[in-house]
């Protein structure tokens, strides 16, 4: 178990690093955005993935360093290569307007000033808060539905675009997502992985876009890993996707490459 005194420290440190994936539109192919994720580079043990130090700090109850922390350093990665372009790609980025997603925990939406840190860190960087998506996990149970709710809608109020994030994974606190301010539905991996070979899941995957559509919400497909799921995608009217059919998470820096080579 990772102790809560290394993790703040970790954090103050700067020890983790962003990986951006980016996200294109289903239908031209055309750049949609980048959904930052993040990475522990420990000093000794090496690269650390999310899925072991998230759960940690959120036991240790630093969502909200870290989240302040994380979104600062995407917030400044998007401003000074993506906003503010190097000539290479500047007509890509002109052409799109990107958005950048980065993933929140329920552990967030506990403090009654998250929406106004993440308000005030988007006017520090110059970035409009609308460009900006949020990320929930869906089976994230919402300690406190009442703060929760009003948490989300402060933050809509702000500009910010929410995700709900990995649906159909859970069957959990967001039954009620017709009742949360949400703009995009992501479809959970485990279907689009398995689409091609199961009815069920693209029985799944067309219901969850069906669902998104009829609330007025994008859906988002995540691991697309080959060209007939994109076109099944495509089929059912998914609006983006994301996966390492399109690019995998890269650094900041071989993100300018990825960029600068694109058609
Ligand atoms: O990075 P990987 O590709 O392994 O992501 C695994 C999961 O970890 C993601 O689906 C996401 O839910 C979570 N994750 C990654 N980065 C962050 C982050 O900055 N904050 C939060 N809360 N979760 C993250
Ligand atoms: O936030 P979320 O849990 O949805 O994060 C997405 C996770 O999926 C990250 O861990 C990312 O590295 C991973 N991922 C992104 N694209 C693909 C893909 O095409 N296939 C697989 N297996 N994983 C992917
Ligand atoms: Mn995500
Ligand atoms: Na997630």
């Not at 460009?131 to 009442?146: F, H, I, Y």
């Not at 995540?222 to 995998?248: K, P, R, S």
């Amino acid at each position: 178990e990772l102790p809560s005194s290394i993790l703040l420290q970790a954090i103050e440190n700067c020890e983790f690093s962003l990986a951006y994936q980016p996200q294109v539109f289903c239908r031209d192919g055309q750049l949609a955005g980048f959904e930052a994720l993040a990475r522990w580079r420990h000093p000794v043990d090496g690269l650390i993935a999310p899925d072991r130090f998230i759960p940690a700090i959120e036991r240790a109850g630093l969502m909200p360093e870290f989240t302040a922390r994380i979104a600062e350093q995407a917030l400044f990665w998007f401003r000074t290569n993506i906003l503010s372009p190097p000539r290479a790609f500047a007509d890509i980025v002109a052409q799109n307007v990107p958005s950048l997603s980065i993933n929140i925990s329920a552990r967030n939406l506990t403090r009654p000033d998250f929406p106004e840190v993440m308000a005030q860190l988007c006017e520090s960087h110059e970035v409009d808060t609308s460009r900006v998506v949020l990320e929930l996990t869906e089976t994230s149970a919402l300690d406190d539905p009442v703060l929760s709710l009003e948490l989300l809608t402060r933050l809509r109020v702000q500009g910010f675009q929410l995700s709900i994030d990995d649906f159909g994974a859970g069957y959990s606190s967001m039954q009620q997502l017709a009742r949360l301010p949400f703009s995009e539905i992501k479809v959970d991996r485990a279907f689009v992985a398995t689409a091609l070979h199961s009815a069920t899941s693209r029985s799944v995957v067309k219901s969850i876009v069906e669902l998104g559509h009829s609330l007025g919400l994008r859906s988002t497909a995540e691991g697309v890993e080959d060209e007939a799921t994109l076109q099944f995608l495509d089929f059912v009217g998914c609006d983006l996707v994301q996966g390492y059919f399109i690019a995998h998470p890269m650094s900041g820096e071989k993100l300018t490459n990825w960029l600068s080579s694109a058609p």
